[in-house]
């Protein structure tokens, strides 16, 4: 059984607090959307995911951070994400 701990999400207010030290999400030049605080970036990812960010950022369909933030925080899309990986929730 694989436990996702990554279902949190602090509050929208968390983020954005400060310019550098934020925490922020930020659109990385791979076009991936990656969490920063101060100089240190969250560096994990699948390959197949940054597979298919490439493909869409070639495409000229990266993501945005806004879009993205609002799937992150949205409970359907990410029980829907769990399911289709085989996680329970």
């Known amino acids: 059984m694989l436990i996702d701990l990554h279902a ?7 983020y954005d607090q400060d310019p550098y030290w934020g925490p922020a ?5 791979d076009g991936d959307i990656k969490l920063r605080v101060g100089d240190w970036i969250l560096s994990l990812g699948a390959p197949e995911r940054k597979a298919a960010l490439r493909k869409a950022k070639a495409e000229g369909q990266a993501l945005n951070v806004q879009d993205y933030m609002a799937r992150w925080r949205d409970p359907k899309t990410r029980l829907a994400g769990m399911d289709a990986a085989g996680q329970n929730a």
Request: charged share 15%; proline share 25%.
């Open 25 to 29: 999400f930020e659109s990385q030049p």
């Open 8 to 14: 949190h999400a602090p509050h929208p207010d968390y």
